[in-house]
C-alpha cells in the first residue's frame, strides 16, 4: 500500500474539499426564480451542529449577493433569509455564503435556520450607519452602553428563535471597527456601537467554527436565551480597541464556551446579567454556564469576568482548563452597591497563567451605574467562590479580594495554586479586605482572612454536568 506523505495528503484534502464545495453548488434549491430542488444538506457537506439536517439551501447570490467587498449586500442577505423563513416548518433552511467579501449592514435570522461560511468568505460590516437600524435598550440595561437611549442593531441579530446556527468553515466575520472606535473616543456617537452577533430571547442556539474580528463592541451576546453553544471560535481585535469583549453571556441558562481563542480589548468572557435596578426588575439570571478550554490574551481586563452587569444574579459557573496569557487578570468578580442579587456557586479549575498584573480579582466598588435612581441598599451578596490547581508565572501581584464594608464576599475557597512572581513584584501579594474564606497548598502564602486548611483539603468541583445542547 502507498503510504501518502503530508504534502500528498493535503493535496488530496484540498481536491476533496473543493468536490465538496461544488457539490453544494449543485443542491442549491430554487428561490425567486433559482433553479430548485429539496436537498439533504448532509449529502453536500458536513459540519457539526444542533440540527444539521437542513431540508433547503440556498447561496447569497441566488439572490443577488455580489462578493466585491464594495458593492452592499444588505438586502441580498434579508431577501435571502426572509425567503428561506418560509420553510421553518417544513426541514429548516440553511443559506450558504460563498468565497467572496461580502458587505453588509446588519440582517435578522430565522428559526431552524443555518448560516454557513466558506472558509474563503468574510463578512465585511458596512461602514454606512443607514444600514443599521437603531433599536430600544435591553430592558434588563435601561440604556445603551454607550449613550442614553437606543442602541445600533448588531450585525448578525436574531430574536424569539428556535434552532439557529451561525457556524462555516473558520470563515470570517469583520466587523471593520475601526470608524466606530474612533467616533466612541471623540464622543461622536448618539447611540450605543453594535455587537458583531447577539441572538435574544432564543432556544438551541449555536454559534461556532468562524473568525470574528475587529467588533465595533461586544463580539457575541447570547442574551435571555437558553441552550446556547458557542465554540471553536477565534476572535480578534487590537488589545487597545475600547469594550471588545469577546463572548458575553446575558442572562442566559444552560450555555456552553468552549474551544475559543480570544484576544480582546476588554474581557475575553464576561458573564452578565443586567445592571441595577434595570436588571433587578427584569430578574433572570445567568446560570448553568460551562467554559473550558479557553484560551485569552488581555493585556487591560479579564480572562473571565463576572459583572460588572449582574443585577439579574450569577450562579453555577464552572470554568476548566483556562489559558491566560498577558492578562490583566485570571477571574474578576465586578460588583457594586445598587447592583444586588448575587454571584454565588463559581467553580474554576485547571488555570495556565502566563505574564499577569494579578490572578485573582474581587471588587465590590465597581461604580459604574446607568443613573441615578439605583438602590443603595441593594446589596450584591458574593458566596461560595473555588479555585483550584492554579498555575502562574511572571506575576504582579497574587490577589486583589476587596468586598463590600459591612457585607463581606464569603466562602471563598483558593487550593492548590502556585503563583511565580515578576522580577518586581508588588510588597503586598495578597490585599484582603472584607472577605471570609479558607485556602490550601498555595504559594505565596495567603491572607490570614483566607484561613489555611491544610494541603489536603482541595476547593471542590462538581461532577454532576449540566443539561446543555449536545451537537
Known amino acids: 500500500m502507498e503510504m501518502w506523505t503530508t504534502p500528498r495528503r493535503n493535496q488530496v484534502l484540498q481536491v476533496l474539499d473543493t468536490i465538496v464545495l461544488l457539490g453544494i453548488v449543485l443542491v442549491l434549491i430554487k428561490i425567486n426564480g433559482v433553479e430548485s430542488r429539496k436537498v ?25 449577493g455580489v462578493g466585491d467587498g464594495v458593492t452592499s449586500n444588505t438586502k441580498a442577505f434579508q431577501a435571502a433569509v426572509d425567503n428561506l423563513s418560509q420553510y421553518a416548518s417544513d ?19 430565522t ?7 466558506h472558509k474563503d468568505a468574510s463578512l465585511l460590516g458596512s461602514q454606512d450607519e443607514s444600514e443599521w437600524a437603531i433599536i430600544d435598550p435591553l430592558p434588563s440595561y435601561g440604556r445603551g452602553r454607550d449613550a442614553d437611549g437606543g442602541r445600533y442593531i448588531s450585525l448578525i441579530f436574531g430574536t424569539n428563535l428556535t434552532d439557529v446556527v451561525i457556524t ?26 453594535p455587537y458583531l452577533i447577539e441572538i435574544m430571547y432564543s432556544n438551541e442556539v449555536q454559534i461556532s467554527n468562524l473568525t470574528l474580528m475587529n467588533s465595533p463592541s461586544w463580539n457575541v451576546h447570547p ?33 456552553r464556551i468552549e474551544d475559543c481563542y480570544i484576544v480582546s480589548g476588554d474581557d475575553c468572557v464576561a458573564v452578565k446579567s443586567g445592571w441595577d435596578e434595570y436588571g433587578i426588575k427584569f430578574g433572570m439570571p445567568t446560570k448553568q454556564l460551562v467554559i473550558r478550554r479557553l484560551t485569552c490574551i488581555s493585556p ?21 482548563d483556562i489559558t491566560g496569557i498577558n492578562s490583566e487578570s485570571a477571574v474578576r468578580i465586578k460588583t457594586a452597591v445598587g447592583r444586588g442579587n448575587y454571584v454565588k456557586d463559581i467553580y474554576v ?16 466598588n465597581y461604580g459604574s451605574h446607568p443613573d441615578n435612581n439605583y438602590d443603595p441598599n441593594a446589596i450584591p451578596v458574593i458566596q461560595n467562590i473555588n479555585f483550584r490547581d492554579v498555575v502562574a508565572e511572571n506575576v504582579t ?32 501579594q495578597w490585599n484582603c479586605t472584607e472577605i471570609a474564606g479558607v485556602s490550601s497548598n498555595v504559594t505565596p502564602q495567603p491572607c490570614n482572612l483566607l484561613t489555611d486548611q491544610g494541603p489536603e483539603n482541595a476547593c471542590k468541583f462538581p461532577d454532576d454536568s449540566f443539561p446543555s445542547v449536545e451537537i
Open 40 to 64: 439533504r444538506v448532509l449529502d453536500a457537506f458536513d459540519y457539526s451542529a444542533i440540527d444539521c439536517s437542513r431540508k433547503y439551501s440556498a447561496s447569497l447570490t441566488d439572490f443577488g
Open 397 to 428: 501581584m497574587a490577589a486583589r479580594l476587596e468586598g463590600i464594608p459591612g457585607h463581606p464576599f464569603t466562602g471563598i475557597c483558593i487550593s492548590n495554586a502556585t503563583i511565580g512572581l515578576t522580577k518586581k513584584p508588588k510588597k503586598i
Open 111 to 117: 428559526s431552524h435556520f443555518t448560516l454557513y461560511l
Open 168 to 193: 462555516g468553515d473558520n470563515g470570517t466575520i469583520d466587523g471593520q471597527g475601526v470608524t466606530w472606535w474612533d467616533k466612541f473616543h471623540k464622543g461622536k456617537l448618539k447611540y450605543t456601537r
Open 223 to 255: 442574551v435571555y436565551s437558553s441552550n446556547v453553544v458557542v465554540q471553536r471560535l477565534t476572535i480578534l481585535a487590537p488589545v487597545t480597541s475600547p469594550n471588545t469583549d469577546g463572548i458575553n453571556p446575558d442572562s442566559c441558562t444552560n450555555t
Open 349 to 364: 479549575r485547571g488555570m495556565t497563567m502566563k505574564t499577569m498584573k494579578m490572578v485573582f480579582w474581587m471588587a465590590g
Open 300 to 320: 487591560f481586563s479579564a480572562v473571565i469576568a463576572l459583572g460588572s452587569e449582574m443585577s439579574g444574579g450569577i450562579e453555577d459557573v464552572r470554568a476548566e
Open 91 to 109: 426541514g429548516g433552511s440553511l443559506l450558504f455564503v460563498p468565497p467572496g467579501k461580502w458587505l453588509t449592514g446588519s440582517f435578522n435570522l
